[in-house]
């Protein structure tokens, strides 16, 4: 999950859309205080954070993320004003890991949010689990038991999506609008596919895909799962 901070809404929804539709669960905020809330409630896996903001600048955001041991250690991108040289030189003085200047290209920061996530993938901090499933956004890898599992784009994104919202049980109509963007009227089995080959692909792990019969699925480290209804 990727947490935005940009008080633009014009920029803020544009970058969520385009994270979003490239397999990142992206959450946008416009004032420092719901993006605190939402930290103290949820930790997400890299934080976009602009320096401009009503409320208090950035910069004061930055340093109070990092001086929370629970957030010290959460990647961070600064959004800073192309001319703003000073600015820049803070952020990274203060803790930023990388920034990216006003205007930028949407391809610029997809690259930078994916080495970033790479590279705290690599050092151990960024990584989805779910028993034996481990789940890397940066390159869109996925592991079970260790062993590297091959999916489809649909079938990334559902595990991905029931990973980050390990426990919770969601319906294959929420699914359907979640993975595919739209009502599947009348093909509602689709999702009842793509959770059977999905576990198939997963083998042992396909256990922590879970079905709860009449309401819908979830992913939970669970040792048995029921047949799909």
């Not at 003085?93 to 080495?115: C, N």
């Amino acid at each position: 999950m990727i947490y935005m901070l940009e008080d633009d809404s014009g920029i803020r929804n544009f970058v969520m859309y385009a994270l979003n539709n490239s397999g990142f669960e992206t959450v946008g905020f416009e004032t420092p205080s719901a993006f605190r809330n939402a930290l103290d409630k949820k930790k997400p896996d890299l934080i976009l954070l602009d320096i401009m903001l009503p409320e208090e600048d950035g910069i004061s955001v930055l340093k109070k993320i990092r001086s929370e041991p629970s957030t010290a250690k959460l990647p961070v991108i600064m959004l800073t004003a192309k001319s703003a040289e000073y600015d820049k030189v803070e952020g990274l003085d203060s803790g930023a890991d990388d920034y990216v200047t006003k205007p930028f290209g949407i391809m610029e920061l997809l690259s930078r949010v994916k080495a970033l996530l790479r590279r705290t993938a690599e050092n151990g901090r960024n990584y989805i689990s779910v028993g034996g499933i481990s789940i890397y956004p940066s390159g869109h890898e996925v592991t079970a038991d260790g062993v590297k599992v091959i999916l489809t784009l649909k079938e990334y994104e559902l595990l991905l999506w029931l990973a980050n919202h390990k426990g919770e049980v969601f319906s294959r109509e929420t699914l359907l609008q979640k993975i595919w963007g739209y009502d599947f009227s009348g093909e509602s089995r689709t999702v009842d596919v793509h959770i059977r080959t999905l576990r198939a692909k997963l083998g042992r792990c396909g256990e922590y895909i879970k079905t709860i019969r009449g309401v819908g699925y979830k992913a939970e480290e669970a040792e048995s799962v029921q047949e799909d209804f």
